[in-house]
Each structure stands twice: as C-alpha cells, then as structure tokens.
C-alpha cells in the first residue's frame, strides 16, 4: 500500500502541474466506489482510480509495464476496482500516466479473460487468479491488447512524467 500512496501523491502533484482541481475521494468513495481523486479543469470534470506500476509476481525483481493487473473482486471478496464508479482507471507506467476508460476495461476484461482459475500469478495471463488465503480474483491482460480492440475507439489520454513529481 505504501507504493500506492507514493504513487497517487505523485499523480495529484502531476494534476496540479497541468492546473487540475484535484480532490481526494472520501475514504468511503475510495474504499467502495473505487474513486481516489475528482479532477476538474475548464468546466469538465471525472473520478480516477489511480494503480502503481506491478510486477508479474511479488519476487520479480522488475516493474511490468507490458502487462497489469485487472481486479474482478477485491481481497475481502467485494467487487473489485473493475466494477467501480470511477471514470478512469490511470495506470502508472515508468514514463508516463495512462488513462484507460473503466467501463469499456471491464468490458473488454469480461470478454478476454477465462473463467478459468490458475494457481500461480505467472499462469494468470488472461486467467483467473486468487491469492492464496484471500478472497480476490484478479487477472493479468496486456494494456495494449485493450487499447487496440473494438471496445476503445480512440488512444487513451497520455500525461508524460513531469521529473519533478517523481519519488520512485
């Protein structure tokens, strides 16, 4: 949880640099809709769920920017941040913050990934996954696969990292 508060103080600088009004969700919001920030710029508006950079599994040494992972129920067995209220999902990438529309993610993940279950993270590659003593059922999908099928008719919004926002 610590990399994800690094990485959501470095996209609420990021917004700010790009004169965003930025305002955190409520831990309620957070918590159950799945929405950490409220941006607002130029009398347009929407809620973003921000996700760190992820490795294929805990003992990579390497971040993954090819792959991520997609969550169809959280840990306690609760809907997952696909089934969300937030507009987007932002997803860390080492450059970059990538703004991916949350309904046609989970539409495209509800259609790519098997109903099949796997019992190891690196075999979770359109798979179903459940963590060992948790209750979530997470996936791994290949960002690029979803920005290039039917279901995003146009590029995702792109913010480059500023160097001065960064921690990591």
Request: with cysteine; hydrophobic share 30%.
């Amino acid at each position: 949880m610590m990399n994800g508060w690094i990485t959501e103080n470095n996209f609420r600088k990021e917004a700010e640099s790009k004169n965003y009004l930025v305002t955190k969700s409520t831990r309620n919001d957070d918590m159950f809709k799945h929405i950490d920030f409220h941006l607002e710029k130029n009398g347009q508006s929407f809620s973003v769920d921000v996700k760190s950079r992820k490795k294929a599994s805990r003992s990579n040494a390497k971040f993954d920017d090819e792959y991520t992972w997609v969550e169809f129920e959280n840990v306690r067995g609760n809907r997952g941040w696909l089934y969300g209220d937030a507009d987007y999902i932002v997803f860390e990438q080492e450059d970059e913050y990538i703004f991916i529309n949350r309904a046609k993610l989970l539409k495209f993940c509800l259609d790519a990934v098997s109903d099949k279950y796997v019992n190891s993270s690196t075999q979770a590659i359109y798979k179903k996954y459940q963590r060992f003593g948790r209750e979530d059922v997470i996936s791994r999908i290949k960002l690029s696969h979803a920005l290039d099928s039917e279901y995003f008719d146009k590029p995702p919004m792109i913010w480059k990292k500023s160097n001065d926002n960064s921690d990591s």
